[in-house]
């Protein structure tokens, strides 16, 4: 192999490695101008955690879920929220639903201060109904057929699926862009149980 074969080999697997390390708003915006038809920006699972003294200001969000009921996180003061922005049109969302259907009935069995809302994004309320019935999910979602919700969610929710864990006073202390695994979501709902812990006491 000549020096300037393996040059290039080697530019190509650095371009490889910088590709699948991205995950900023750049790449995301990149995406939604690609025009490839995928119909949704997706994230590679990158995990954002925010210490305490680092987490901005709560978050506010309320609206109709897909049973009709109206939902507002000003009511879960207190509680460890998880919020999970997906659409059965959305493949990894599909993939990911049977964790987080696992894991709420999991998070529901530690009796802990934790709930859990679905943002059912950019389809109508009587489909994202019918996935959540297939799919098993007990938890609620908040319809968001025109997609505005995420703009409440401070700029942490670009890709679908997006999932964000929240304290108890509201704020964002992890995110995760893109699917994640029943054990994730498990492991970062006990890091803000234990933050919450040593805040408190």
């Known amino acids: 192999m000549s020096v300037l074969t ?16 991205s995950a900023d708003s750049s790449g995301l915006a990149e995406q939604a101008r690609a025009g490839d038809n995928k119909s949704y920006i997706s994230g590679d699972g990158e995990i954002v955690r ?4 680092d987490r901005g200001e709560p978050v506010t969000l309320s609206g109709p879920t897909l049973s009709g009921e109206q939902w507002s996180l000003a009511d879960h003061r207190g509680s460890v929220v998880v919020l999970n922005k997906w659409g059965s049109w959305c493949p990894p969302c599909v993939k990911e639903t049977p964790d987080l259907v ?11 201060p934790v709930t859990m809302v ?7 309320a009587a489909t994202g109904a019918a996935f959540a ?38 704020r964002i202390a992890a995110v995760v862009a893109g699917p994640l695994s029943r054990a994730t979501l498990i492991g970062l709902v006990e890091d ?4 919450e ?5």
């Open 6 to 21: 393996r040059a290039l080999a080697a530019g190509a697997v650095g371009l490889m490695v910088l590709a699948g390390c």
């Open 50 to 53: 925010y210490a305490v003294a």
């Open 102 to 112: 696992q894991a709420w009935a999991d998070l529901q069995a530690m009796d802990a």
């Open 118 to 124: 679905g943002l059912n994004f950019r389809e109508s």
């Open 133 to 170: 019935e297939r799919s098993g999910m007990e938890y609620p979602s908040l319809t968001d057929e025109d997609g505005i919700l995420p703009l409440q969610l401070q700029g942490r929710a670009q890709a679908t699926p997006t999932t964000l864990v929240l304290d108890g006073q509201g």
């Open 192 to 195: 803000v149980l234990a933050d």
């Open 197 to 201: 812990g040593s805040t408190s006491g």
